[in-house]
């Protein structure tokens, strides 16, 4: 399927038949809960783990703090951290402890999917359905996910990750424009210029640069712009179909949803999602930080690496924030 | 030193006396922000990784939920999550989307340290001065821990891990009596019976049993009962020079607090965490669950694996919540 | 309607019964988003201003912090409040500022009930009906309740207060036992022994000298016991004719949850809210302080008052914290 | 004092000055938590409630949401509100009640001065000291304000309020451009086309225009652009005589931050706070929703009225969101 295959005025038609050619649906049981992450065993981590050569451990994950990008829409706010007490109490008075002892701690109010994250596959539903034909509704209440939560599936997200910089693969800067739809050729020549493969079970980390030139506008004063919610390069709707013919366990990129932004389709809204939640089963990471694994992949031409991304287990959530690294 | 080699009646000399023998304090320069964490090397990382015999992962994570153990003392609540929006919701009406599109997004209000998590540099204080030397009030304000937050050693909580199933190894049922205070010679004992050794820069998870004993209360309607804050089985207060000598790492346990409680002095709060913290740099890792993992090394006779435990890199925190895995 | 009236083992049809008899389902139109405040009318809120004698200022709200009385049942834990900056950052430090300026600025988690507050008409339904006869689901989803919201009916809460002090009318202490159902006589004997009446668009304040009993345990180190969620005097399921009847525009007890706990039936929770929220469009209050009011209206022998109770006016609030005051 | 009459590259100077003059430190005792609030006294709250004249009561509250101003400039956030469980839910199923009972319930995180609020005396600081000459570090620590928290003044805000329209006076639209400094002049002219006076214990309702010009912006989707946290009109620096020598018990504006900015020296932020909270003690409220009121005074040519502003009493709050009413 190209980019040119899809009439750009039906994102219904594109959707559906995205759905039928890709479905895993049933494929792994009535009761699954883990979709792609299925594609994973034991062996695969045991190999993951002999890809380890230097023991070098490169932070995959964007700062969790009130600098990040999140401006309120859709109920996204940046983390809010604040400390129950601090050192300044302590040395200002006992804190009500023995023999000298002061302790700080704190608190923090964030919306699961603020910053760096996985996607659980309660995240997102198609007219209705949830993953594996389920109900959405019987899925995902005010509870949380009573049936996909991320805790099903939080231990499972350990691997071979593989490193796509398609950024500088196909952009001089390193830094694919917003709005670029990377295709599945891109893809692909992406992995031949890197001279290296992606299979059944493999995490698959696309770099987009787009996080590069947010950072430096934070840096200039300029601010995030429209880097959460915005316009963004990211995946072509075509590239379902390689994702599913690949097997992956899942996919993360540098931008805040993956897929392209704006979509491919006169109307539309994250269509990607719409297809590969529900119907493959995918796991998506989000805001993920990829400019050192980048730069320490090219420096040494290795873009596989044992990937350890396992979020915290909040019972029910549909998302939840990772502190993703790849070990080298 | 032994247990009896101390005045109860006076913490803050037995607290001196053990800052003295054991301090880190310089040894790492200056500036240092990692404490026991530079025993750690990418050497260390890659043996750790080649570890990995099988590829089975196991998450030393209890759930995060307000299921959970915590009361609310000292402003400790469980994790409260809540949705922005549901299945219900998409079924029910649009939630503003096209095509079909229907999504579920949470949010969370929960203290760092309500579940499973490491303890931050900057969590404990002696006599006004933090880790290194530095004045506690510099360290940890309002802003948080503006030194050794979090996330300047997130990425570092990877490594050989070692299981100390205590519990085990002392009691008939696997679990020891709130109030038992493990001592040198205990952990001495354990590892010998396990025929495994602890040394340079690995991370230690001691398993004590507190944790499966109150998960009987939960299940059988009782309750949390004093497991969060209150007595509980521990390390002793002799066990600070023992862990100095290996150079661990980190240590961590199944427990709120890893010391022994009630503390072997006749008024104190938290002896050891006073040492260990701001003087040897040592991490703490709490209200891990290691029953699953304790249950697979005896399966198998090892009791040696790669740890992944890396936090959430929340900037300025004193303490984050993580998701270890052991990967076996 | 008296307490024997109805069958303990079928609370259905008790509360069936009596919101047949009290129904004000359409009585003010099929729009309505106020229920029993529309017995309240400009002119009774100038009459309720000209009770005021001497000005006095009586709150009626019970403190707002982590010491109060819930404890995580159903999600609600206390408020948790904490500094974005502090003091004791201003005397440390700059805090970003110009010449010599300092300041302070504070943050809060709260379920909106967890303290003194009103329960807006969206709170409660009966066989997936909310108030005015409108379907549960169209009226509260996860974006709130987006008809009866109690930024609707926020400044309406105005009007002439009125005190029964059950608890001092039958109570030798002054506090009515756990459990203990106040009936429809009760209710016109305290009338009558403080020669008071209540009629039309009344806020009717009901005192049972629980919380005076809950704080002398707080006080005494036994903490708050049962006082959120357990066992409480309340109102009878029989004061809901007379509450009727009377065409009061709103209740308010010093009790969690107004009515008697255990409830007057084997099996049931809440029967008279079940009744009165979606059948009478009654607004509840809840965890009001009415100790210092009681003592102040025993003093000069005056049981009624203006009253100003406009909860905060949040969007889509099922419940909102208020802080209401008597003036005498 | 004129605006003319202060060196703008001095704004340390004129603080101190004006401190100098206007002093209420010691005024109320060394005790005291209350500052102008003491002008006011139960006769006084007497003569307010004559005031009532029809009975109509006008909300002086802005909406709390998340589609509010607030940016996430220095901490502050919307609220955030959601459901713990909602109509969908009761509808979807049993929620673990009996006998057809539904609920809703909802949880808030909400910085405190998000929207309509009060400032409490402890907010602000000068050079270390807050409010009557004592130590900031001493009045508020990470655990709030141990001394003048909002909780100590939050039923003595009920009495005459006086609404000065000066946008209607001084703008042909009704809307004061952003900063334009209100000065001691304008605040007589005002008054004086009012036919109204200001005195002892009266509640001073600025009326800027900013909120309508702000509130057009979000309807038109340009949005509330500086509204929170940037350019305003506001009082002048010179109005700390005038409302001194007045008596005022508390001042309030339709604006984030009374006072003009920018303010009226070359680098400054908020001086006009910096004089008046820790030095006359004067409560200052914010983000206040004047229109109606305006429009309202503006009809029957009243602009005097019983106000109603007691805010959540959170304990240790330096600053509390309220719900204030005009009663007519």
Do not use: K
């Not at 859709?74 to 129950?84: F, I």
């Not at 993953?131 to 019987?138: K, Q, S, T």
């Not at 590239?239 to 899942?250: E, F, G, K, M, S």
């Not at 730069?295 to 990772?322: K, N």
């Amino acid at each position: 399927m190209s980019p040119e295959s899809w009439d750009r005025a039906d994102p219904a038609g594109a959707i559906a038949s995205a759905a039928d050619r890709c479905s895993n649906v049933g494929r792994w049981g009535a009761d699954d809960v883990l979709g792609t992450l299925n594609y994973i065993d034991d062996e695969a981590r045991r190999r993951a783990a002999q890809l380890v050569r230097t023991g070098q451990v490169v932070s995959l994950s964007q700062p969790f703090d009130s600098a990040g990008p999140q401006n309120g829409w859709r109920g996204r706010t940046n983390p809010v951290r604040t400390m129950l007490t601090s050192g300044l109490d302590h040395e200002h008075a006992e804190q009500g402890f023995f023999h000298g002892l002061g302790g700080a701690d704190d608190v923090v109010f964030m919306p699961l999917q603020a910053a760096t994250q996985w996607d659980g596959l309660g995240h997102i539903f198609d007219h209705g359905m949830a993953w594996n034909g389920r109900r959405a509704g019987e899925v995902v209440t005010s509870e949380g996910d009573l049936v996909t939560g991320i805790e099903t599936a939080a231990d499972r997200l350990v691997g071979r990750g593989v490193l796509l910089d398609v950024g500088r693969a196909l952009a001089g800067d390193g830094e694919l424009e917003d709005g670029y739809a990377i295709s599945p050729d891109d893809l692909d020549q992406t992995l031949a210029r890197q001279d290296v493969s992606v299979g059944t079970g493999d995490f698959v980390l696309v770099r987009t640069g787009q996080l590069a030139r947010a950072q430096r506008g934070v840096a200039d004063g300029s601010g995030w712009g429209t880097y959460a919610g915005g316009p963004a390069p990211g995946l072509s709707f075509a590239t379902i179909d390689w994702l599913h013919d690949h097997q992956v366990a899942a996919v993360a990129t540098d931008t805040w949803g993956v897929e392209v932004r704006p979509n491919e389709f006169d109307e539309a809204f994250q269509p990607f999602h719409q297809v590969v939640i529900p119907h493959l089963g995918l796991f998506l990471g989000e805001l993920w930080d990829l400019d050192t694994l980048a730069r320490e992949c090219a420096a040494d031409d290795r873009y596989e690496f044992m990937l350890c991304a396992t979020p915290i287990p909040f019972t029910g959530a549909v998302g939840s924030p990772v502190h993703p690294v790849a070990i080298r």
